[in-house]
């Protein structure tokens, strides 16, 4: 059983920076694809991120692209989500994914693991 931990979240004014970390304790996330997703109150969980394992992919959602990046450092064992340009509707808890197949989506059943969520607030 993989177990996913997130951290990074908190508080950020609009226009501002943050950035995520999810890691794996004990284990590496070398060879899953990592997705991350969002949940904002009252919302379906919407996936945000994803990068593959192996020869590096990404996908992003529409809403965030130009202003969030993810990447992964395998030898930290953390695959990472820097978000720039905060908008107040990102605000949401957080939650990043692992699949085993490698692959990676946009879409939540594509996702054999599930971290507990970070919470993010954008607000002035």
């Known amino acids: 059983q993989l177990q996913l931990v997130e951290s990074g979240g908190g508080l950020v004014q609009p226009g501002g920076s943050l950035r995520l970390s999810c890691a794996a304790p004990g284990s590496t996330l070398e060879y899953y694809a990592v997705g991350w997703f969002r949940q904002a109150p009252g919302k379906e969980r919407e996936g945000v991120s994803c990068i593959t394992a192996g020869v590096v992919s990404t996908s992003y959602a529409d809403s965030v692209k130009g202003r969030f990046t993810i990447s992964r450092d395998n030898a930290k064992r953390t695959v990472y989500l820097q978000m720039n340009s905060l908008k107040p509707e990102d605000t949401a808890i957080y939650y990043c994914?692992?699949?085993?197949?490698?692959?990676?989506?946009?879409?939540?059943?594509?996702?054999?693991?599930w971290g507990q969520g970070t919470q993010v607030t954008v607000s002035a």
């Open positions: 994914a692992a699949d085993v197949t490698g692959r990676g989506s946009l879409k939540r059943s594509s996702y054999d693991y």
